[in-house]
Every structure is written in structure tokens, then in C-alpha cells.
């Protein structure tokens, strides 16, 4: 009828769509088999360049045109400085003043061609990034221009972070370059922190902002302790920022992420790793640390005994995580001596075993959570109530039940063991896509008690001994139990953990 639209079946637009693509693959194969050619004859020429650029246009993430376009950029650049240098001249005595002259108008032009060669490739990344914004080649490319590029203008590159982050305010790839770009310009981390404060303002589901905070905030207001991941002070504010924002939106992960980043520990991934246990007898010695090392021969683990040292070595990894390992070095050891061990800036007093048996130990529990001043714990209870008022109207809420538990460990570790191991009991039940997860963390939480009482159970550090009602889904921490002598646990447990029970140190017949 005149006048309608006419529609296309299902049928005709699938031929159609698939015609489509019949024409952009033989499109690309051809193109592709160009560029190849040229390559392989070493014509990193115009014509390459411009090949690449119909491909890349269309489709971004296309490594190897991204690679030979480098080649070109290098290659033109190479033949640009060839030309910058001046003729060579034959006697010492000539005179040199026009060639002098022609030389120094030909620098700022041949840096004026450097510049459009840059230029090019970094106009070529901002349309391709219209086309992908999240394109790992592009993004990649852009860095590498402007790394060739020695006059480089890197506020205009953080013009251009905002303006990508007005597209789209959660890319993360342009908040990762937004980081590469601010360390270059220099841009104080104060002003970066006001800049994420104004994006969560305007959507508090912005996790890369929430991220991006939370690698600002230690720079600035740095715990000297480090057992924070920043001062209380600042860390009471941004609590009460983050309470704000989880509870619009109670179903949004962003806020409690950041909030669980908040309750957690200070310390750092990047230091060196700390003994956790050590047990030294006639015949060799293990040790435990608190964070995998891949040669612990490198630490220079020293033994002092008065003015007697004994470099402990080699050692050998006793498990996969490289955690645990033995040597078995002998000495000869002193029971009326004292002995101290160093590791690194660690000078630990090491103890007698009991019941006068030859040889000594150490031992220091995982940390379970960091004390505070009374103004942060105050800060912490009123958070724990409101989440516990909020989940009186929402009892399955996921998030709430999470930070809860959290919050119960960060104010009393112990009293609160049995009510925060409840909640992740719930948890499995009301996320049960993550129930490995809750009861592996439920793991851990239950043998951080138990290390920490284990100095005052009897027949420390020689035999350690779980409760029959006490259920395992893993067991985490395993490298603090090398020092014992035997493992008491129920056969059912020691069944379902199979091969994760660590061997003791009287099975390791050191």
C-alpha cells in the first residue's frame, strides 16, 4: 500500500546481514594480505599505514596491525632523524656559517614532522576508541605514541580522560590511563581525591571512582602503624561517606566494596614477607611465613646465639604456595643460650621448647583484625547498628549481612565469633552461587581464633587440637601448624581435607 514502509522478513534480512558479512570478510582478507606482503618486503611505507587504518577503524582490537603501525611510526621517524643530521664536512677550515643556518631551519621543521607523525596516531586511537572504548590495543597504542613523543601535552590527555568519562563514567580503562596521565603531568593526588569525591556525588555506583579513592587515600593520610589502610581520623570520614552511599542503594556492590576495603587490614602486598612460626631442633629447623617467597635462600635468615651466628640455609619449599619450608641444617644447640632470629628488618627472641626437650620455637598468630581508638570504635558500632536496623526490613540482603560480619570482627574479634559466623551460614543460603566462598571465609575466620588461642592451650606448641564440632570447608593458615607435633582433629575432618592437612614437624623426621 502507498505510503507503509515495507518491512523486511526475518528471511531477507538475514541474507542480507549475511551478504553483508560475505563482502567485510573478503574485504579484510584482502586488505590483510596486502599488508602481510608489504611487511614481509619491508615497505613500512604510507601505503601501510593506510591499509591499517580501514581495517582498524572498523575493528580496534586487531593486535597485529597495532604492532605494524609501531614499525612505521619508527621507521619514519628513523629517516626523520637521518635527515636532521648535518652534512659531514671535509677540512676543519671551511667555512660553515649557510650550512650552519640550513641546518637549524631544518630542526624545527623536521620536529614539526615528528609532531604530524605523533598527531596521526593519536587521532587515529580517538576514533577507534569511539568505535570500542574499552579497546585494550588502543588504549595501549595511545600510551605508547605518547612515550615516543618527548614534547608530549599531557593536559590535553587529561582533558580528554574527562571528557571519555562523561561517555561513560565507569570505564575502567580510561580511569587506568586517567592514573598513567596524572602521574605524568604531575597533578597533586589532593586534586585526583576531589575529582573522585564530585564523580561519586553524581552516581555512587561508580566503583572505578570508589577504586580509584581508595589507591589516593594511603598517599595522603598515610598510618604510620600500618595496620589501617589510612589515619583513623580520615578513615572515621570516609566510613560515614561510604554509610551514606551503601544505604541508597543497598543492592549496588560498589559502596560495600569499598567499605570492606575500609574495615580490612593496612598491610601492605608489596613488603617483605614475615615469619609466622619457626622450630628449630638438633637436626634442621622449619619456617612459616605469613606470604609466599619463591627463594627463601635470597632472605638471609640468620641465627644468633651471644656472639655465635649461623646462616640457616638452604632452605626447601614444603608446599606449593611456597609458604612452609625446612632445612636441614645441623647445630648444635645450647639450652641455657638465648636465641634471636632475623629476617630481613624482623629480630624475633625465640623461646625453649617445654618439657626440657632440646630445641626452641616461635609462633605469632594471623592477625584478625587491627585495634582502634575509642572514637573509631564508636564510629564502627553505629555502623553495625545501622546495618543490623536495616536488616530488620531486608533480611536477605546480601551486602548488609556481609558487612555486618565484618563490622562484628572489627569491634570484638572473639566475642562476636558466633554471631558473625551465623550471618555467613546465612549468606550461603541467600547467595548460594558464592557458598564456596562463605564457607572458606568462615574457614578462615574460625582458625584465626584458634591460632590465637593456641598459645594458651595445653601442650603449646606441640599439639594442636580442634574441636569435634568444629567444621572445616578448607583449612587456610595450614603453614602455622608445621611446629606441632601432632594435629588433633576429628577423623571426619582430617577425612574431608584430604591432603590439605599439613605434615607436622615430627613427620618431616627432621
Known amino acids: 500500500m502507498h505510503g507503509r514502509v515495507k518491512v523486511r522478513t526475518t528471511e531477507e534480512e538475514r541474507e542480507r546481514k549475511r551478504k553483508e558479512q560475505a563482502l567485510k570478510v573478503r574485504a579484510y582478507r584482502a586488505a590483510m594480505g596486502k599488508i602481510q606482503a608489504k611487511r614481509a618486503a619491508g615497505e613500512l611505507d604510507n601505503e601501510m599505514l593506510g591499509l591499517t587504518v580501514q581495517i582498524l577503524q572498523r575493528n580496534p582490537d586487531v593486535s597485529t596491525l597495532w604492532n605494524i603501525r609501531r614499525e612505521c611510526v619508527l621507521e619514519k621517524?628513523?629517516?626523520?632523524?637521518?635527515?636532521?643530521?648535518?652534512?659531514?664536512?671535509?677540512?676543519?677550515?671551511?667555512?660553515?656559517?649557510?650550512?650552519?643556518?640550513?641546518?637549524?631551519?631544518?630542526?624545527?621543521?623536521?620536529?614539526?614532522?615528528?609532531?604530524?607523525?605523533?598527531?596521526?596516531?593519536?587521532?587515529?586511537?580517538?576514533?577507534?576508541?569511539?568505535?570500542?572504548?574499552?579497546?585494550?590495543?588502543?588504549?595501549?597504542?595511545?600510551?605508547?605514541?605518547?612515550?615516543?613523543?618527548?614534547?608530549?601535552?599531557?593536559?590535553?590527555?587529561?582533558?580528554?580522560?574527562?571528557?571519555?568519562?562523561?561517555?561513560?563514567?565507569?570505564?575502567?580503562?580510561?580511569?587506568?590511563?586517567?592514573?598513567?596521565?596524572?602521574?605524568?603531568?604531575?597533578?597533586?593526588?589532593?586534586?585526583?581525591?576531589?575529582?573522585?569525591?564530585?564523580?561519586?556525588?553524581?552516581n555512587f555506583s561508580n566503583y572505578s571512582s570508589w577504586h580509584h579513592r581508595s589507591l589516593l587515600l594511603p598517599e595522603l593520610y598515610p598510618n604510620e602503624q600500618r595496620d589501617r589502610p589510612m589515619s583513623e581520623e580520615k578513615l572515621q570520614q570516609e566510613l560515614e561517606m561510604v554509610l551514606t552511599a551503601a544505604f541508597t542503594d543497598p543492592n549496588d556492590s560498589s559502596a560495600w566494596f569499598y567499605q570492606r576495603w575500609l574495615l580490612g587490614s593496612g598491610a601492605q602486598l608489596d613488603r617483605a614477607p614475615r615469619i609466622a612460626a619457626f622450630r628449630l631442633g638438633s637436626t634442621g629447623?622449619?619456617?612459616?611465613?605469613?606470604?609466599?617467597?619463591?627463594?627463601?635462600?635470597?632472605?638471609?635468615?640468620?641465627?644468633?646465639?651471644?656472639?655465635?651466628?649461623?646462616?640457616?640455609?638452604?632452605?626447601?619449599?614444603?608446599?606449593?604456595?611456597?609458604?612452609?619450608?625446612?632445612?636441614?641444617?645441623?647445630?648444635?644447640?645450647?639450652?641455657?643460650?638465648?636465641?634471636?632470629?632475623?629476617?630481613?628488618?624482623?629480630?624475633l627472641n625465640l623461646l625453649p621448647l617445654p618439657d626440657s626437650e632440646d630445641g626452641i620455637f616461635y609462633f605469632a598468630p594471623p592477625h584478625a583484625a587491627a585495634s582502634c581508638s575509642q572514637e573509631l570504635l564508636a564510629e564502627l558500632k553505629t555502623q553495625l547498628q545501622s546495618c543490623l536496623d536495616l536488616l530488620e526490613y531486608e533480611p536477605d540482603s546480601k551486602w548488609t549481612l556481609l558487612t555486618s560480619a565484618l563490622l562484628m570482627r572489627a569491634i570484638d574479634v572473639s566475642g562476636n565469633h558466633t554471631k558473625s559466623l551465623e550471618h555467613l551460614a546465612k549468606l550461603e543460603k541467600v547467595d548460594a552461587l558464592r557458598e564456596g566462598y562463605y564457607k572458606d571465609l568462615a574457614a578462615r575466620w574460625t582458625l584465626e581464633l584458634e591460632l590465637a588461642n593456641w598459645p594458651q592451650a595445653p601442650g603449646f606448641p606441640k599439639t594442636f587440637e580442634l574441636a569435634d564440632e568444629v567444621a572445616l570447608a578448607s583449612l587456610p593458615y595450614g603453614q602455622y601448624l608445621v611446629i606441632a607435633d601432632e594435629l588433633k582433629m576429628a577423623a571426619k575432618l582430617r577425612e574431608e581435607l584430604g591432603n590439605r592437612v599439613p605434615k607436622t614437624f615430627s613427620e618431616l623426621k627432621l
Open 285 to 347: 629447623a622449619v619456617i612459616a611465613l605469613d606470604k609466599p617467597t619463591p627463594d627463601l635462600d635470597e632472605l638471609n635468615i640468620e641465627l644468633v646465639a651471644g656472639e655465635q651466628k649461623v646462616l640457616l640455609s638452604p632452605w626447601l619449599p614444603l608446599d606449593n604456595a611456597k609458604t612452609t619450608w625446612e632445612s636441614k641444617s645441623t647445630f648444635d644447640y645450647q639450652k641455657n643460650s638465648k636465641y634471636t632470629l632475623k629476617l630481613s628488618d624482623q629480630e
Open 77 to 202: 621517524l628513523s629517516r626523520l632523524s637521518k635527515e636532521d643530521e648535518p652534512p659531514q664536512l671535509e677540512q676543519a677550515g671551511d667555512q660553515v656559517e649557510p650550512e650552519e643556518k640550513s641546518t637549524k631551519e631544518a630542526v624545527p621543521q623536521q620536529e614539526d614532522k615528528a609532531q604530524a607523525v605523533f598527531s596521526c596516531e593519536l587521532d587515529l586511537t580517538e576514533q577507534c576508541l569511539m568505535v570500542n572504548p574499552k579497546s585494550y590495543n588502543a588504549w595501549h597504542h595511545r600510551c605508547w605514541t605518547l612515550e615516543q613523543n618527548p614534547q608530549a601535552d599531557w593536559q590535553r590527555e587529561l582533558h580528554l580522560c574527562n571528557k571519555y568519562l562523561k561517555f561513560d563514567e565507569r570505564n575502567f580503562h580510561t580511569w587506568d590511563y586517567r592514573r598513567y596521565v596524572t602521574a605524568k603531568a604531575g597533578v597533586p593526588a589532593s586534586q585526583e581525591l576531589d575529582f573522585c569525591t564530585e564523580k561519586i556525588k553524581v
